[in-house]
Nanobody, 125 residues
Framework: QVQPVESGGGLVQAGGSLTLSCAPS????????MGWFRQAPGKEREFVAA????????YYAGSVKGRFTISRDKAKSTVYLRMNSLKPEDTAVYYC??????????????????WGQGTQVTVSS
């Protein structure tokens, strides 16, 4: 089964940091734009960050800009989300996604066709 696999979630205190990783299972996503989304309990899934296939273009949600950094290691076909200065409102399940039909970074969920199962991030106050 082709899908991204997330790891690195966990429990952290407010102000702390975590790094999420997203690696492919079943195929490589080396040449695909990738994105991170999150869903908190009772809320809609929302965009967090995106990166182009080359890594040269990145987008961030306003709520995380300046605190989160998306990056990719093409040799390892892995995408990372470094999260600093975490806040309780960052608590959510974080999903990695890959877009196989476009080349640019995108914030639109419908343009991603491979989704991971998610990893829980909990930030305590």
């Amino acid at each position: 089964q082709v899908q991204p696999v997330e790891s690195g979630g966990g429990l952290v205190q407010a102000g702390g940091s975590l790094t999420l990783s997203c690696a492919p299972s079943g195929r490589t996503f080396r040449n695909y734009p990738m994105g991170w989304f999150r869903q908190a309990p009772g809320k809609e899934r929302e965009f967090v960050a995106a990166i182009s296939w080359s890594g040269g273009t990145t987008y961030y949600a306003g709520s995380v800009k300046g605190r989160f950094t998306i990056s990719r290691d093409k040799a390892k076909s892995t995408v990372y989300l470094r999260m600093n200065s975490l806040k309780p409102e960052d608590t959510a399940v974080y999903y990695c996604a890959a877009a196989s039909t476009i080349v640019s970074a995108t914030t639109t969920p419908s343009e991603y066709d491979y989704w991971g199962q998610g990893t829980q991030v909990t930030v305590s106050s």
